[in-house]
């Protein structure tokens, strides 16, 4: 079918679009979604660093009751040995007053004996000087050599002698206790300054082991003071989850309300836009007739013809020879997925829509070149098309296009090599990690 009509079609076309919402907005709302998509997908990932957050913060509050786990039984460990400690003081200190009061008894026991010496003593010398004033003399041998008669003598003698041994066996014997119980003192006096030393030991140790117990609870009480802060760290975390929960729901939410919109929109595009073909391909036949009956075989048409246009919903986008297909190939040496399929052939070659449809963006890119975007709308399916390295387009956004009708020419615009038409198809809408693409060949018989 000839498409030479396709420049006043559009025209009108774009024209009588104007009452519908504007393309130019459809098309922000295309990217708005892309926005939304890439808004949500930002909280995503933000939540989940989040969330690695709250369980490292989980995990560092499991470690600080570890550690006060560990303190409590050091704690009970070190009260056990103070309770200990202490027995043993009050034992010493018992032991220590014990032996003080045997002390004090052996004193005293000592304190009367050398009374009791003192007093023999005493005793002895009284007798002395009564044996000397009854003799005259000071010693007993004057008491002896006094004597009147041998019997006498012999009298004085045994006095004398019983006396002086009896009283010199006292104060012996009472000299020896003495020094007996000055001995025992001694050894008493030991054993309390040992009782009194191994008391001071032990009240060093309760000393250590109080300021032990105390570094233990004060570490205890700054693990609780960590663990605290770490808590109320965690509940901020939680909460700055929760709201990106939330904002991941209402941004899902909004999501699928633009994708409703943009789908209801397209739907009343492609009702009006079946309007406008009825009424353009009745005054199309209208024309041609007149053309007809006016010239007769006056051509006008391209320099180069346009492919030829298949039934159905598909037609191919250019006439030429296909030089890469979709899928894996190597280009400059490397190896990269082929979105497209590439058509190349020589001279001025028209480019066509591959199917009817919408421009959604007719522009220049430093990779794609001279590019235009068709929408579709295909049996309830959305499809988008991507002619790319046009040397110039014909068609601008907005503008409704008829399968076949030309929209460009082919060229070597943007990242190519060579004149070619670098042609995409999609399920669904462009996106730059080209995710929807499909091979056109499944559609389009090239
Ligand atoms: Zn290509």
């Known amino acids: 079918m000839n498409k030479k009509y396709f420049i006043s079609l559009s025209i009108a076309a774009a024209l009588t679009i104007g009452s519908l ?79 003080t009061a045997k002390i004090n008894k052996l004193k005293a026991d000592i304190e009367e004996l050398k009374k009791k010496i003192e007093e023999r003593n005493e005793l002895l010398k009284e007798r002395a000087r009564a044996i000397q004033e009854k003799g005259g003399s000071a010693n007993y041998l004057d008491v002896l050599l006094g004597a009147e008669s041998f019997g006498d003598f012999i009298n004085r003698v045994t006095a004398v002698n019983t006396i002086v041994s009896a009283d010199k066996k006292i104060m012996d014997e009472q000299k020896r206790d003495q020094e007996e119980l000055e001995k025992k003192q001694a050894e008493v006096e030991k054993e309390l300054a040992d009782l009194e030393s191994s008391k001071a030991n032990l009240e060093s140790l309760k000393k250590d082991l109080d300021s032990q117990k105390a570094k233990k609870a004060e570490l205890f009480k700054q693990l609780e003071a960590q663990q605290a802060t770490l808590k109320v760290e965690k509940a901020d975390l939680e909460k700055e989850s929760d709201e990106l929960s939330k904002m991941e729901h209402q941004l899902e939410g909004e999501i699928q309300a633009e994708q409703a919109r943009l789908a209801e929109l397209a739907r009343q595009r492609e009702i009006e836009r079946k309007r406008q073909a009825e009424a353009e391909a009745a005054k199309r036949a209208a024309a041609q007739q007149q053309a007809t009956a006016s ?19 598909w037609t191919a986008p250019a006439r030429g020879t296909i030089t890469t297909n979709f899928g894996w190939d190597v280009l400059n040496g490397e190896r990269r997925f082929h979105y497209g399929t590439d058509i190349a052939a020589r001279g001025s070659v028209p480019i066509s829509a591959a199917a009817d449809g919408y421009v959604i963006k007719s522009h220049y890119s430093s990779s794609y070149g001279n590019v235009v975007y068709i929408t579709h709308s295909i049996n309830g399916q959305m499809y988008t098309t991507v002619y790319a390295h046009m040397s110039s387009s014909l068609v601008s956004t907005g503008q409704a296009v008829n399968k076949g009708d030309q929209i460009g020419y082919m060229g070597n615009t943007g990242f190519s090599f060579g004149q070619h038409l670098h042609f995409e198809l999609y399920r669904g809408s462009w996106s730059a990690s080209h995710s929807n693409a499909v091979n056109p060949r499944q559609y389009i018989n090239f």
């Open 295 to 313: 010239s007769s075989g006056g051509s006008s048409s391209a320099a180069a013809p346009s492919a030829p246009v298949s039934a159905g919903a």
């Open 21 to 99: 919402p504007t393309l130019a907005t459809t098309a922000s709302a295309n990217s708005s979604v892309e926005d939304l998509k890439k808004q949500q997908d930002d909280v995503s990932s933000k939540k989940e660093e989040i969330n690695g957050k709250i369980s490292e913060k989980n995990s560092q509050i499991d470690q600080t009751i570890n550690k006060q786990k560990d303190l409590e039984s050091q704690i009970a460990e070190i009260s056990t040995k103070l309770k200990d400690t202490e027995t043993k003081i009050a034992e010493k200190t018992k032991e220590i007053d014990e032996t």
